[in-house]
């Protein structure tokens, strides 16, 4: 069964932070893909990636950076977190169809920064 | 005025009812619609496609308007297990075949 498995369900982090969010997929998927997600916002893309070592912006990539070293894993990284950071994010996997229809998502990273 | 806008709800309905709701896009450009479920403190599933004759699945049926530019999605004879919320998507592949989600549209079933 495909599966994109998140390092934390939850996270409490303090104003300035470093943070890393970590997603492995294990479907040998090419596209890979960070969202934030906020009441009344719904869905806004971060950071996507097609390839090793390749990223994308997405629509909020600010204060945000990513990393793929790896096929299987994508990283999300907030150089120094901020309350305004404060949100479920949530990592998805595609398989390259160039059309990217079907997401395959964790479970989730619920962060909040205080 | 955001890209794809829907009616946050929640829409409450008894079992059993026939309960839709619509979602409007702002992109005529926009190619490709899908409506995902989102269980509570859940990720999001790919529900179903949307096409440009209507399609159905089971109890749900997903239409197109292009002219209006609105999708919709109908469910029939509702669950307890269709309690949830549902996410309109569209794509556009002239802007790097990103997903674009709406804000999500929650239903919750009662006995």
């Known amino acids: 069964d495909v599966k994109v498995t998140q390092s934390s369900r939850y996270l409490v982090k303090r104003t300035g932070e470093k943070v890393f969010l970590e997603c492995v997929q294990d479907?040998?998927?090419?596209?890979m893909f960070w969202y934030r997600q906020d009441p009344g916002l719904g869905l806004r893309l971060i950071y996507f990636s097609y390839d090793v070592k390749m990223k994308e912006k997405g629509d909020i990539p600010e204060g945000y950076s990513v990393s793929r070293e790896k096929k299987e894993r994508f990283s999300l990284i907030l150089e120094s977190a901020s309350t305004n950071q404060t949100s479920m994010y949530l990592c998805a996997s595609s398989p390259y169809s160039g059309t990217n229809e079907k997401l395959f998502f964790g479970s989730g990273t619920q962060l909040s920064v205080l | 005025r955001k890209e794809v806008e829907q009616d946050p709800g929640p829409f409450n309905v008894p079992e059993g009812a026939t309960v839709a709701f619509n979602c409007t896009y702002s992109?005529?450009?926009?190619?490709?619609f899908f409506w995902y479920r989102q269980d509570c403190r859940k990720e999001p599933k790919l529900l179903m496609s949307v096409y440009s004759s209507g399609n159905e699945d089971g109890r749900f049926t997903a239409q197109l308007n292009r002219a209006s530019q609105y999708i919709s999605l109908l469910i029939r004879d509702s669950k307890l297990s269709d309690s949830a919320t549902y996410l309109c998507?569209?794509?556009?592949?002239?802007?790097?075949?990103?997903?674009?989600f709406g804000g999500g549209t929650r239903l919750m079933v009662k006995p």
């Open positions: 998507v569209v794509i556009n592949y002239n802007a790097g075949n990103m997903l674009t």
């Open positions: 992109n005529s450009a926009s190619q490709s």
């Open positions: 479907m040998d998927h090419e596209n």
